[in-house]
């Protein structure tokens, strides 16, 4: 016998077969026989009804060879042989070696072994080991699947069937192709090696390693794991899936792809549910809002992506020592929420957000987006503005609540709303003329490359031009005062470094 399988029982329990005595294959019943000298030295011919039986293994045919000195028989014709109460064997054509109870079926071969029904044009069987190799297609219905095949093998003792070359599952919901899978009959669950497409109307699966329970849709794949939904992609270094409830988890290298908001979720460890749509990542998460070179990168230690309470648009919220950067615009916060339907960020728990020269903070702030660039930025309660004049001196701007309008990626003027204080430093030709103390309910501040232009105070206005060095040093700072410029995430790589301040 030349094919691996019977190579292997051979080596593995050939002492065992020669030391066993040899069972002879008896006849039953036929309506005809006759001898052929011509043959073979004890070859006889049965025909018609023809029945033989050698220990639990029947065989049934319309016609046989029987080759007593060999031990053998070929049959043909309605083959059917059978094996206690379980396995039911049939074909056309059968070559039946006694002495190894090897049968060789051919054409319209059919394997029923209770649940389980192998159709195929080509099959070995060991009724000895029980167990069945095809190498030209082969077709199995178990239970509500459909399993196809090239080439496989069927082990009936543990109900256990591998498969190799263009291994396709049908099921109702979904439809798996393979390169090799092995598939237990009683559990219904796949095992996976190598290149494997899940493919059904919710989603798409990939992996190269892994395993499907077809009974429960509980699965677990590895190695290049993917998971594509809609307008989702998920993968991870291992991906945890219920389809029934349409919940996920990744593990190690994961991401999950917004396609249509163009936002990326990054971190170690995610749990995504379908519907209704919810994500969370932790551990080294980052979210990224793709915008070219512009991109904007956000770490926390948790991130979460819900839908809000139109079911139509995502809010993604970041939880704890918050830190982002973009070439343009860098912040931290405790935390900070996305809306989706806004195109706004809200940052909550002492923010600070740096714009080209500028530290804006607040009690909370609302960075409002237009085509993935900053617009304008609400800074609610107890907002200043700070910038460097020189290596001691800074440009401040407070008030209960500001507007700053962006241009260009920079700030083009401030509006101020209640309480409005200032304090710039006048220079004319890099030479200090002054430092320019105001105050006004309402202020309006236009600036030119960052730099104050001109101010209008709109309400109630107080302002002196005080000569450089005539007002003392604690008079240069407004109440609330605080310079974070070690705290800016100057690069996308020190969003993951927190300075507890």
Known sequence: MSRPIFLLVILFTGPLLCAQEE???????????????????GVVKYVGEVAFQQGNILLNCDSAWYFSRENNVHAY??????????????????????NEKLAEVRNNVTLVDKETTLTTDYLDFDLENNIGYYERHGHIVNGDNTLESRAGYYYSRSKLLYFRDSVVIVNPEYTIYADTLRYHTVTEIAYFVGPTQIISPENYIYCENGWYDTQKNISQFNKNAYLESSEQYLRGDSLYYERDNGMGMAFDNVELYDSAQQIILLGKYAIYFEDPEYAMLTDSAVLIQI??????????????????????????????????????MQGKCDSLAYLESDSVFQLYGDPV?????????????????????????????????????????????????????????????????????????????????????????????????????RVNMISSPSAILHPPGDLPKEELYLSGFIWLEEHRPKTKEDIFHWIEH
Not at 23 to 41: C, K, P, R, V, W
């Open 353 to 453: 957000l740096w714009s080209q020269i500028h530290q804006l903070t607040a009690e909370q702030m609302d960075v409002h987006m237009a085509f993935e660039e900053p617009d304008y930025i609400e800074l609610r309660n107890a907002a200043f503005i700070a910038s460097r004049d020189d290596s001691i001196q800074f440009n401040q701007i407070r008030g209960k609540n500001m507007v700053g309008h962006f241009k260009e990626d920079q700030l083009s003027h401030i509006d101020i709303t209640g309480n409005g204080q200032t304090i710039w430093f006048g220079r004319d030709e890099g030479e200090m003329i002054g430092v320019n103390k105001g105050e006004s309910s309402n202020i309006k501040i236009y600036l030119v490359e960052g730099a104050v232009d």
């Open 77 to 98: 014709g309605n083959v059917h042989i059978i094996q206690g109460d379980t396995l039911n064997l049939y074909g056309d054509e059968l070559r039946y070696y006694g």
């Open 23 to 41: 069972q002879q294959i008896e006849i039953l019943n036929s309506e005809y026989m006759e001898f052929d000298a011509s043959i073979g030295t």
């Open 291 to 328: 915008s070219g070179e512009d991109s904007l990168f956000v770490h926390a230690d948790t991130l979460k992506s819900v839908l809000d309470s139109s079911g139509q648009y995502k809010i993604i919220r970041a939880y704890y020592k918050v830190k982002f950067h973009r070439p343009d």
